[in-house]
Nanobody, 124 residues
Framework: QVQLVESGGGWVQAGGSLRLSCAPS????????MGWFRQKPGKEREFVGAILWGRGNTIYGESVMGRFTISRDNAKNTLYLQMDGLKPEDTAVYYC?????????????????WGQGTQVTVSS
């Protein structure tokens, strides 16, 4: 069974930075598209960004564009989300996602695999 294991969440003051990591485990995993969603209390899951694992093309949600960067390390088979200029409204549980199909998409129901989530809290 494929599992996505996230790490790197925590608490940070507004204006600070955090880097989330996501590493798949289990049987041979081919996640052609990987990305991040977040969910705030009482809200729907929100698209943060995604990357094509092979070509490196990326897309971002409007609320994080210019502040967050998605990258991947092929050798380590790890996905990253670098979050800079954090704001209190970025406070949420962040989920790593993956899907075998290689195209960029923003809907939560288009991703087959989800991590357990990691909490990010930004204080003002």
């Amino acid at each position: 069974q494929v599992q996505l294991v996230e790490s790197g969440g925590g608490w940070v003051q507004a204006g600070g930075s955090l880097r989330l990591s996501c590493a798949p485990s289990g049987p041979t995993f081919v996640g052609r598209t990987m990305g991040w969603f977040r969910q705030k209390p009482g809200k729907e899951r929100e698209f943060v960004g995604a990357i094509l694992w092979g070509r490196g093309n990326t897309i971002y949600g409007e609320s994080v564009m210019g502040r967050f960067t998605i990258s991947r390390d092929n050798a380590k088979n790890t996905l990253y989300l670098q979050m800079d200029g954090l704001k209190p409204e970025d406070t949420a549980v962040y989920y790593c996602v993956a899907d075998p199909l290689e195209y960029l998409r923003t809907r939560a129901d288009e991703y087959s695999y989800w991590g357990q989530g990691t909490q990010v809290t930004v204080s003002s």
